[in-house]
């Protein structure tokens, strides 16, 4: 373990958003499958897009997050939408989307391996990404920064219970964590309900699943917001000292 002038032990990084560019995709495969359905629908007056967010927030407790639940629920939205009129060709390529999308190549973010490089050197750091395992798995693999994380965790949910077991596994009580990400549903809220710490990195895009929180003015005070990756160093910093004090 790094010395580090602090309370705060070990740094966790979200993936998707954070790391590398991952929603930008998912918009151009919504604009796509709205596409496709509007050759049959009025897309407004049925409301596709609110009906095909219901449907994947319903589908998450059984296919959980990424791009295989995400095509499976425009599946299920496609044919509710049309009453069932849906081609079968259409069908088939928004499967070929789902496709495109587990095939896209990582992109990292600007700055990322930079500071993910900076912060490692003064504390261990670790990956905490949630989603689809083999999806999530083969992007570590391409990005290039999987041998600066000391662990690399991928779990179906990151919710105050998650961070609860990862705290235990990783020795650390809740005060000598910070986690960045760009949810404040997923990466933040959570972390600072448990009495952790955290940098916010909003994305010029999120999933409005991810928009469905807030922080507490009490648990405020232990977070930054940043606007690149560049800040995330002395974001982090920062809080380090607050947190020695």
């Known amino acids: 373990m790094r010395t580090a002038p602090t309370s705060i032990r070990l740094v966790g990084f979200d993936a998707d958003d954070t ?38 927030k319903r589908n998450i407790a059984v296919f959980g997050y990424g791009v295989k639940g995400m095509v499976l629920s425009m599946i299920e939205a496609a044919v509710e939408i049309t009453s069932q009129r849906i081609s079968a060709a259409d069908l088939h390529r928004i499967v070929g989307m789902g496709k495109d999308l587990l095939r ?31 999806h999530q798995e083969a992007k570590v693999k391409q990005c290039g920064l999987a041998d600066r994380f000391r662990r690399i965790e991928i779990v179906s949910e990151k919710d105050t219970a998650t961070y609860t077991r ?52 009490h648990d405020a005070a232990r977070m930054r917001r940043v606007a690149a990756a560049a800040e995330l160093p002395d974001a982090v910093r920062a809080l380090a000292s607050l947190g020695a004090g």
């Not at 151009?28 to 499958?33: D, G, I, S, T, V």
């Not at 359905?37 to 009025?42: E, I, L, R």
């Not at 309900?193 to 699943?209: E, I, S």
């Open 19 to 56: 790391l590398w560019r991952s929603q930008d995709y998912f918009d151009e495969a919504q604009a796509e499958f709205e596409r496709l359905v509007g050759q049959y629908v009025d897309l407004h007056a049925r409301g596709a897009q609110d009906h095909l967010y219901e449907i994947e």
């Open 104 to 134: 896209h190549p990582v992109e990292l973010l600007p700055g990322i391996p930079e500071a993910v490089s900076a912060i490692a050197s003064d504390f261990d750091v670790v990956l905490i990404t949630k989603g689809d395992l083999f």
């Open 166 to 217: 990862l705290f235990d596994e990783f020795g650390v009580a809740p005060a000598q964590f910070l986690m960045i990400g760009n949810s404040l549903r997923s990466d933040i809220a959570p972390v600072l309900a448990l009495g952790g710490w955290g940098v916010y990195m909003p994305y010029h895009t999120t999933w409005a699943h991810e928009n469905e929180a807030s922080v507490p003015p």
